[in-house]
């Protein structure tokens, strides 16, 4: 019961931080748009160069948190400084390494720019400062990682709801007063130093032992685990750093600057809503670890359902509302020249979905610590995404390098990650998975076509509504026609019902809280 109480808490936080960091983040974008729109474009691209440099953190991370789990739960505070003393020693390492090796890419990254843009000075610079914001994210940032393994989520989830408000809103006044990018990107790093500056003070608090000079030496069975794991995410890491960059990278080469800028505004809204599903996951994978460790295969098999369910809820909620109301949104925004295709929408909806139904097992796969059996995933996602693209992209142009990410999906990830789930963690067969997962893309078909027409159809029949107002107006009906289809198809579902009981049960207890003190 503690432990659910810990993942609601958390999911909790993660979800109403989210809402607020996203809207400020439009905001900043609307101001970014109208006043400086000419940078769009360089900023995808330099975020995905600089993502791309990430490669060398090789995954140290997440096989460091899996790896406090257990000391954690049982209060081995010796080990956890161990750990800790590690992790700070390896991350400070990769921080000065990307800070050297970023500069020195320096002379290479004009290779990725179809035609280099003359409106733009000091690209050099720019660059930089990419690539400073990047390295040092990595100092103190191993903090974080500890408030998360420990199911303090919701701390972790504050500290940056409150830094990102506040330097969104110093961002929009620069945007403003000085018309000036590279005092926008300045701001962005003095969010990132404070961010993690703020995570180390409130640690060291909540673990006051992590000031002790005393650090025994970490056993060679940890250690040695530690390896494996790192060997193993880093074929992870270079999967989805890659395919993740992919995108923006091919585009810039093959279609130019241009289309970069138009695709970040559909990429900001997906990056949000992927953000929020894995700002939830995040907030429970740290549960399930505390899971794993503690029950059976049977009690984590019925967790795994649940939890997936919701998966497929948020999934097909937010795929329906960005199918719908994504072009309304860009007209509200900026104008019709940052449109793009209704076929390309569809694209990019598929391929939002089919990425955020491959939370549910692969967070069982990371919480378990299940890297080195699925260590060759991440090479066929690398070889399958970019050959299909690449040729795609050639031949009809943008929509291919959508569709290599959607064909990389269903070929390689969909079979691999819940095999490794079902075999490796919950011990039992994957049918079962399988079959809810065409329900689920069947119900979703079902959610997106039917809120698309009503959006399309029903709010468009409402003449003299100002654009925000009418996009309201679309974004209620969205909302309202999605969730009422997925609740008639699905209520009468076991999932439906737990998902149901559980939002009952925390509703009445936070009216209860809320009561009491009112009284």
Known sequence: MQRTKQSVKNAAFSIGAQLIQQLIKLLVRIAFIRVIGEYLGVNGLFTDIL????????????????????????????KVKALMNLFRKAYRAIGTFILIAGVAFTPFYGFFINEMPENIPNLNIIYWIFVFDTGISYFYSYYRTLLVSDQKKYLDIS?????TVSISIIQIVLIYVT????????????????TNFIASRIAMKQYPYLKEKEVEKLDEETFGEIKKNVVAMVFHKVGSIIRDATDNLLISKYIGLVMTGIYSNYLMITKALTTLINQIFSAVVSSVGNLHVTRSEEAQQEVFYNINFLNFWIASFCTCCFGALIGPFILVISNENYLMSEFITILISIRLYLDMMRKTPWMFCEAAGIYWNGKTKPLWEVAVNLVVSLILVKTIGIAGVFIGTIVTILVVDLPVEPHLAFKYVLKSKSTKYYIKYIIYLIVTVIMYTATYLAVRYIAGATYGMPGLGMFILKAVIAVIVSNIILIVLMFRTKEFKYTKDLAKKYAKSALNKITNKLT
């Open 51 to 78: 993502t791309t440099l990430q490669l060398v953190e090789l995954g140290i991370g997440p096989a460091i948190a899996y790896s406090l789990y257990k000391p954690l739960a049982n209060n081995d505070t010796n």
């Open 159 to 163: 500290i940056q709801t409150g830094v």
């Open 179 to 194: 018309r000036n990018y590279m005092w926008y990107l300045g701001a962005q790093v003095v969010g990132t130093i404070l």
